[in-house]
C-alpha cells in the first residue's frame, strides 16, 4: 500500500544521499523545483509520469519510492513483456550460481573452479557484445536492415533479398558481401572465445578438481606419496602405485566397463 510519509521520507533521502539539490532534479528532468518541495513535503503526489522521471534520475524502482519493497533497483522481478523462457532462464542461471557456490562451500577445490567459472561467464556476453556492435554498423550503412535471419526470410529495400539479388541489384550485392564478412567475423569471435573458455575448464577447472594427491600418484613417485601418505609402509604404497597403474590400463583398455559385471557375478 502507498504510503506517503515513506514516499516524503525516500525522496528527500535520495536528494541527501546522491548530494545533488532540488534544482539539479528539475533541470535533468523539467520537473518545478516548487512541485518537487511539494513532493517532498507531502503537499501533493506526482503523476505517473513525474514519478518515472524521478525514479531514472535516481536510478530506483517506482515500487521502492512509494515503499513497496526496500529493493532501490527493483530487478527482483521481469517486466511483463519479458518472454516465459527468458525469465526461465534466468533463474536456471541463478540456479546454477547457488550451486557453483555451494561447491565453493563443499569441496576443498571449490574456490578455485568457482574462479574460473566466474571468468567463463564474463566472456560470454563479449560474444554478444561483439556481434551487437557489427549488426549496429551494417544498420547505418544499410537501414533498411533489421536483424540476422536466414535470407530467404530477409528484406532489402521493401523487397526479398533473393528477388533483389536476382534483379541484379548492385546494392544488394555489396550488402550479401558485407553480411558474410560480418558472420564470419562472429563465427570467429564465438570460436575464439569456445577456445578461451576450453583451456579454462581443461587447466583451471580440471586441475584444481584433481589437485596435488592424483598429480602424485599419476606420476607413481614413492618419494612424493611418501610425504602424501607418511603412515603407509612401502608395501603399501607399491600396491597403491601397481593399482593405479592396472586401473589406468584397464581405462585404456576398455575393460574398465566389465567390472561390475564381474562383481556382480561373484556374489
Known amino acids: 500500500m502507498f504510503d506517503i510519509n515513506v514516499f516524503c521520507t525516500r525522496l528527500k533521502m535520495l536528494r541527501v544521499t546522491t548530494a545533488t539539490s532540488r534544482a539539479d532534479l528539475s533541470n535533468a528532468t523539467g520537473i518545478p523545483i516548487s512541485s518537487l518541495g511539494n513532493y517532498e513535503r507531502g503537499d501533493k503526489t506526482p503523476t505517473i509520469e ?7 534520475y535516481y536510478k530506483v524502482s517506482a515500487d521502492y519510492l512509494l515503499g513497496i519493497t526496500e529493493e532501490k533497483s527493483g530487478r527482483s522481478s521481469w517486466p511483463v513483456a519479458v518472454p516465459t523462457d527468458a525469465t526461465q532462464s534466468v533463474n536456471d542461471i541463478k540456479s546454477f550460481v547457488e550451486e557453483m557456490i555451494l561447491s565453493a562451500r563443499t569441496y576443498p577445490y571449490g574456490l578455485q573452479t568457482l574462479d574460473a567459472y566466474s571468468t567463463i561467464i564474463s566472456l560470454l556476453p ?11 554498423e551494417l544498420r547505418e550503412s544499410y ?20 528477388l533483389a539479388l536476382v534483379a ?3 546494392n544488394a550485392t555489396a550488402f550479401v558481401r558485407r553480411l558474410t564478412a560480418i558472420t564470419s567475423q562472429i563465427s570467429d569471435r564465438t570460436l575464439e572465445v569456445s577456445g578461451h573458455i576450453e583451456k ?6 580440471l586441475g584444481a578438481i584433481k589437485g596435488q594427491p592424483l598429480e602424485i600418484i599419476e606420476r607413481a613417485n614413492p618419494e612424493l606419496l611418501h610425504k602424501s ?5 612401502d608395501k603399501n604404497l607399491v600396491d597403491f602405485i601397481q593399482g593405479r597403474l592396472d586401473a589406468r590400463e584397464a581405462i585404456d583398455s576398455g575393460s574398465i566397463d566389465n567390472i561390475d559385471d564381474e562383481e556382480e557375478s561373484l556374489k
Request: proline share 6%; charged share 15%; aromatic share 6%.
Open 229 to 233: 601418505m607418511p603412515q603407509a609402509s
Open 168 to 170: 541484379g541489384s548492385k
Open 200 to 205: 579454462i575448464l581443461e587447466i583451471q577447472v
Open 143 to 162: 537501414p533498411s536492415f533489421k536483424c540476422l535471419g536466414a535470407e530467404t526470410d530477409m528484406l532489402f529495400d521493401g523487397q526479398p533479398l533473393l
Open 50 to 56: 513525474t514519478l518515472m522521471k524521478i525514479c531514472e
Open 126 to 136: 563479449s560474444i554478444d557484445s561483439f556481434a551487437a556492435g557489427l549488426i549496429s
